[in-house]
């Protein structure tokens, strides 16, 4: 009979952490916690446009025909263009053209020294009102963030409005 003698694993998972550790380091990695972005959080107000098609009708600026239609921005009432991210919040204003025709407010994240913004949240003004915004699910009860089926039960999605209370 061969007697089986228990280690505890975790002083070489422990060192093994602290080699790789010190393996990133050297090679010039961040940590994780050095990697968190500083952000502002901001509440934009506009429109949604092209930004080829703005610049062309604000500047005369006109663009490479392969790089029009590539970057939503939002129009604010005093004329600036805030470019958009395109990630899961912001690709629905790529998608669908019936977006481009409401009036928003975004919450965004913005990054210093990047000029687009990162869409958090969405709102639509509508009769002074103001209402939180995505596309809806009603089978399966869940949000949504562009015009696509349900990534469930492969069935429609609707605009949804919600009234805020502030």
Excluded: N
């Amino acid at each position: 009979m061969i007697a089986v003698r228990h280690t505890p694993r975790f002083p070489i998972a422990a060192l093994s952490a602290i080699a790789i550790g010190s393996l990133a380091a050297s090679a010039g990695f961040a940590a994780e916690s050095d990697l968190a972005p500083a952000y502002a959080t901001q509440s934009l107000r506009g429109r949604i446009v092209w930004l080829d098609e703005a610049l062309r009708r604000k500047h005369g600026i006109v663009v490479d025909p392969d790089a029009a239609r590539t970057t939503v921005a939002l129009e604010t009432a005093d004329g600036r263009l805030v470019p958009i991210v395109k990630d899961f919040r912001g690709r629905g204003f790529h998608i669908d053209p019936k977006l481009r025709e409401l009036d928003w407010e975004l919450l965004v994240r913005a990054f210093p020294g990047v000029p687009f913004v990162q869409v958090v949240r969405t709102y639509v003004w509508r009769d002074g009102k103001k209402y939180e915004f995505d596309y809806w699910c009603d089978v399966y009860a869940i949000p949504m963030y562009e015009l696509k089926d349900c990534e469930c039960c492969q069935g429609a999605t609707r605009f949804r409005f919600r009234e805020t209370k502030d």
